[in-house]
């Protein structure tokens, strides 16, 4: 014989409730706006603003101000600097220097970001396919991306010198060249000399966002290309490229926001030199501040470099945005 069981009466309605939570009086509900209130989100976004106001706000309206204005040394004891509105921009874009510096600038940044996504893109298909010693070798070739900046360049200018360098001594000894390269005295040499070190520090970090995107890729797309008979090419082609686009643009990205702005390799192996043949607009900069002591036009271009990476910042922020809609998607 079947029972039927009694309706479960509901446990919350069961239990009476204080009279202090059924009617709160006027002191509790005063006491949780204050707790709840609009000021406690400001008071957590508070700590990351006064940073942002002190470590970026503050030194860019220093630049600002000093790049409309005749700031000189002894601007600083005086701290009188007339202004002088857009006149230190009008003179940079009529100043063959900083218009060669623009010029350098873009072709170490066009020439360094090739070959880092090229060759990048190159070994993480290669080490796509598990092997033997796959994991020591990709730990290896990160070694450039550890290194302190100025240890790789310093490595590099007593590699690429002329008389005791072991690129000239290797070159000569393979006969490939009848006699020593002066790659950090000639200025087109020394230009492919630093972008060739920029080249072998950015690497690592193309090969590690190509690899770990290769990793995510489903199998079963390239199984399935396979099957209908694309080869190796073809799947590259038509399958991983359009696949790792939205990490592609963001690596193109950062790497042009990082590549456009180098200082200190450049500085270390050449200084600028020999003849401007390096000089970029980060390193014009600092001669313009430090070694000119013309503190106004040197902020100006600081100020244009600026310009030119929150340009790229802003595609990045934007293709951020595109891949996290299509994973969404």
């Known amino acids: 014989m079947r029972h039927s069981r009694p309706p479960r009466e509901n446990s919350t ?16 509900v005063r006491q949780r706006n204050v707790l709840y209130g609009p000021w406690v989100p400001l008071g957590f976004v508070l700590p990351a603003l006064v940073y942002f106001a002190a470590m970026f706000g503050y030194p860019l ?18 701290g009188v600097a007339p202004y002088v509105g857009l006149r230190n921009y009008v003179d940079l874009f009529t100043d063959r220097l900083f218009l060669a510096a623009l010029g350098k600038t873009a072709i170490f940044t066009v020439f360094s970001i090739a070959g880092q996504m090229v060759i990048g893109m190159l ?71 630093v972008i ?47 696949l790792l686009k939205p990490l592609t643009a963001i690596v193109f990205i950062l790497s042009v926001t990082y590549t456009v702005k180098v200082f200190d390799l450049i500085f ?12 970029t ?18 902020a100006a271009v600081g100020n244009v470099l600026i310009l030119i990476s929150l340009c790229f910042a802003f595609f990045y922020i934007r293709s951020f945005k595109r891949s996290l809609i299509v994973e969404e998607g």
Not at 13 to 28: F, I, M, Y
Not at 282 to 293: G, N
């Open 13 to 28: 309605l069961a239990v009476p409730l204080p009279e202090a939570l059924k009617t709160p009086d006027a002191s509790r």
């Open 61 to 78: 309206y220093y630049s600002i101000s000093m790049s409309v204005r005749h700031f000189t040394v002894a601007s600083f004891l005086t």
């Open 123 to 193: 070994l993480a298909l290669f080490f796509r396919r598990a092997f033997p010693f796959s994991s020591a070798m990709r730990a290896l070739l990160l070694a450039p991306w550890l290194l302190p900046i100025v240890v790789s360049a310093s490595v590099w200018r007593w590699m690429f010198a002329q008389d005791t360098g072991i690129i000239n001594y290797v070159l000569l000894s393979a006969g490939i060249v009848s006699e020593p390269v002066p790659w950090l005295i000639e200025p087109a040499y020394a230009l492919c000399a």
């Open 196 to 242: 060739f070190t920029n080249i072998w520090i950015g690497i690592p970090f193309s090969m590690a966002v190509f690899h770990s995107g290769l990793q995510a890729l489903p199998k079963e797309i390239f199984e399935a290309a396979e099957i209908d008979g694309a080869n190796a090419w073809q799947r590259f082609r038509f399958v991983t490229l359009p």
């Open 268 to 279: 270390v192996m050449t200084g600028g030199g020999p003849a401007y043949g390096t000089e």
């Open 281 to 298: 607009l980060a390193i014009r900069s600092y001669q313009l501040s430090f070694r000119d002591l013309d503190f106004g036009h040197g």
